[in-house]
T-cell receptor, first 113, second 114 residues
């Protein structure tokens, strides 16, 4: 079946540090890949997505590249801010015609001033 | 409304009781999803509605769980004979229904079964 594995947290960084959160997946066919973010006290929000191999999704300074050869979709940001502190979820959607998502366990990011 | 609304935000019940959780999706969204998030885990898919019908209920864990969406908008997730293992945050999401369309999530209902 489909599955998503992401690095365990918490990830603790100082402001302006470089961020990488690793995500790998297992799926049949050609899934679409997503990063969702959950800020404290808020619901899940789509951060970025990529729907085919070698696509790069980007938003708010975050980016991730769909790597089919390594089945990965690592999230990166060049310079994190305190406001980026949140839980980040990697997810995939199988090519089934609708958007049911399989999520990873989430990675908490804590950014200190 | 402006976003997906879920009520109640918190529900405490006793083992064996029946509970109903409500989801009010974004107006005009034809697709509606229920997910369950246990502590320290990512959300797990329960059921997907397209309009009034359940297009995929493969994630429902057993026959104690049931969901309806009679008029194609508001949905209710119903849990019979609740067990302590049902304690989790129940999330609802909606979308316009297109493939891989962005899902809009509600803030969830925290269910605690004592």
């Amino acid at each position: 079946g489909n599955s998503v594995t992401q690095m365990e947290g918490p990830v603790t960084l100082s402001e302006e540090a470089f961020l990488t959160i690793n995500c790998t997946y297992t799926a049949t066919g050609y899934p679409s890949l997503f990063w969702y973010v959950q800020y404290p006290g808020e619901g899940l929000q789509l951060l970025l997505k990529a729907t085919k191999a070698d696509d790069k999704g980007s938003n708010k300074g975050f980016e991730a590249t769909y790597r089919k050869e390594t089945t990965s979709f690592h999230l990166e940001k060049g310079s994190v801010q305190v406001s980026d502190s949140a839980v980040y979820f990697c997810a995939l959607s199988a090519s089934s015609g609708y958007s049911t998502l399989t999520f990873g366990k989430g990675t908490m990011l804590l950014v200190s001033p | 409304g402006a976003g997906v609304s879920q009520t109640p935000s918190n529900k405490v019940t006793e083992k064996g009781k029946y509970v109903e959780l409500r989801c009010d999706p974004i107006s005009g969204h034809t697709a509606l999803y229920w997910y369950r998030q246990s502590l320290g885990q990512g959300p797990e898919f329960l059921i997907y509605f397209q309009g009034t019908g359940a297009a995929d209920d493969s994630g429902l864990p057993n026959d104690r769980f049931f969901a309806v969406r009679p008029e194609g908008s508001v949905s209710t997730l119903k849990i019979q004979r609740t067990e302590r293992g049902d304690s989790a945050v129940y999330l609802c999401a909606s979308s316009s229904g297109a493939t891989n369309e962005k899902l809009f999530f509600g803030s969830g209902t925290q269910l605690s079964v004592l």
